[in-house]
């Protein structure tokens, strides 16, 4: 059963940053499309970032110019570095591929920003 775990989470200052990290468990991760998502308390979950299987990445206008995607298909991994955090960046983060997977969500990890 192939499974997303999520990591580096926590709690930063306003303008501090975080390195989020999402090890994927079996063989398709090096043939999907993964993003970042992420739902803030009281709104609907959004993708935040996406990156394709050769590197193509795409970002929310809310993050754009703050947030890295990039993935290391040899350990099964998708990272999000997120830098000038702000307040409303606050949220649970999830990571999954951009297709399929409908209704799977793993834990997730939370990122609070707060002075």
């Known amino acids: 059963q192939v499974q997303f775990v999520e990591s580096g989470g926590g709690l930063v200052q306003p303008g501090g940053s975080l390195r989020l990290s999402c090890v994927a468990s079996?063989?398709?991760?090096?043939?999907?499309?993964m993003g970042w998502y992420r739902q803030a308390p009281g709104k609907q979950r959004e993708l935040v970032a996406s990156i394709s299987t050769v590197g193509v990445t795409n970002y929310a206008d809310s993050v754009k110019g703050r947030f890295t995607i990039s993935r290391d298909n040899a350990k099964n991994t998708v990272y999000l570095q997120m830098n000038s955090l702000k307040p409303e960046d606050t949220a649970v983060y999830y990571c999954?591929?951009?297709?399929?997977?409908?209704?799977?969500w793993g834990q997730g990890t939370q990122v609070t920003v707060s002075s």
């Open positions: 079996g063989s398709m991760f090096s043939v999907s499309a």
């Open positions: 999954k591929p951009t297709v399929g997977f409908l209704g799977y």
